[in-house]
């Protein structure tokens, strides 16, 4: 069973007493263990032994005024281990400038002036302690509602496995591809995972499309293409609950639209269409191209690469396809793995 610790720092041995003293006249604090250090050192030891043990230090409480090393620095240094962890100060108010420099890098949940008020020592303790367990829970959310995405998206690769050998690569393909335009093109590192993990979902509509259409050996007849384009109708039917993120839903539903229109099916252009489906219409066009496909064979990469480039500014956004294409002659650009 893991349990939670809360880490009080300071030189003086008598206010360490009595502040664990002070905190444990308050029944919240009854399963939490408090645990005392007199130096940075012997808090960061600790630090380690407690989290190697599988408990967590939801809060720390370190005295600024210390020998070797002070509490800010410590409370920093502990930050790059323990990012999740609420510090809190204890401060004269001569020492704002240490204040100052751990709340601008975002590693102090609160600081108390010393002589402390009891009970708003007690306040900003308790409080400290929910927060954390806030946090964990979206966490833990998050992380479910990541496998869960996945378990969708490797069932759809599984369905499709029936229809098309190679789709299962394709929509693996499409997810790197699409990573790397929105890395390359400055997007943060939550929208590069989002759309890794979304990009793949963007033809799930597919499975309501008969297969004697997906399979035809042959170009499409008009009234079969007309059924065709219902793929991304049928998708955004599909995934349309307001649990799934908007990403996803933007993503199925318009990466057949066209940066000067044109496209389907709502006939969008320019910055009306979402970016994440700008990109993953990039990855999408230029990965069946390359590709084999039962009506036509994989077109080499250099011949891909000049029909995708001379569609810059008409199918595609011209700012994300040269993030694309400035990535073709590097040894990480996923196309050619
Ligand atoms: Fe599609």
Known sequence: MAFEHLLCVDDENIVLQSLKHEIKTDPFFKNIIIDVAETAEDAIDLAREISEAGDTIPVIISDQRMPVMSGSELLGQLHASYPDTKKILLTGYSDLSAVTELVN???????LAKPWDSKDLLLSLREAFRTFRQHRQIGELNTKIESMTLAMVSALESTNFFFDEDTGNHIRRISSISGFIARTAGFNETFVKMIKLYAPLHDIGKVGISKEILLKPARLDPKEFEQVKEHVRIGHRIIDDESIDPMAKNIVLYHHEKWNGGGYLEDLSGDRIPVEARIVSIA??????????VYKPAIGREESIEIIREERGKSFDPELLDAFLSGMDKPNWPCDE
Not at 105 to 110: C, Q
Not at 284 to 293: G, I, K, N
């Open 105 to 111: 890098r975002d590693a102090l949940y609160r600081y």
């Open 284 to 293: 999408d066009v230029y990965d069946a191209l390359t590709s084999p496909r």
